[in-house]
């Protein structure tokens, strides 16, 4: 009987010091990305225009290569597409040829990233100025997302930074 009331207060004990340890935050948190699929991408777009992101800028990736970003300047949002890794070279041909025939602008441009390949020491970035509301700047996106990078409608994508 007394060890069955020494375990019982030490398991208490044990309860007690985990329940602080979490609500004086000493505990990590794992954040998870926000996922959305097509039909969600305009409401994070007002979002992004509204000032409720971090950022004045979000990306949607479903696989770290297909990762596009849709950036607020003054109102309007332009597109990006920054190249860090070997294996999103390719797209960059194909968004630049998307680019060309559609008759969007689009510039090259830098933010000083480092990519995992070592022929560049800055990673490039391409960036459709599109400046266009929301509205456009959604069907724009889903449309590089399904030509370029043979993404669906049931595709998940996260929402990054």
Do not use: W
Request: one cysteine or more; glycine letters at 6%.
């Amino acid at each position: 009987m007394k060890t069955e009331v020494i375990i019982g207060v030490l398991v208490v004990l044990g309860v007690m010091y985990f329940v602080s340890r979490n609500k004086s935050g000493n505990n990590s948190i794992i954040h998870v990305a926000k996922q959305i699929q097509f039909s969600e991408l305009e409401s994070v777009m007002t979002q992004l225009l509204d000032g409720k992101l971090e950022y004045e800028f979000f990306g949607i990736t479903s696989d770290g290569i297909d990762c596009i970003y849709f950036a607020n300047d003054n109102g309007e949002i332009n597109i990006e597409f920054e190249v860090i890794t070997n294996e999103q070279k390719p797209y960059a041909e194909k968004l630049s040829s998307f680019a060309k025939i559609n008759n969007y602008n689009l510039t090259k441009t830098s933010y000083g990233n480092k990519p995992t390949y070592s022929d560049l020491k800055e990673a490039p970035v391409y960036k459709l100025e599109l400046n266009v509301d929301k509205h456009k700047a959604t069907e724009i996106g889903i449309e590089i997302m399904r030509t370029i990078f043979n993404k669906n409608g049931m595709t998940k994508f996260d929402v990054v930074p």
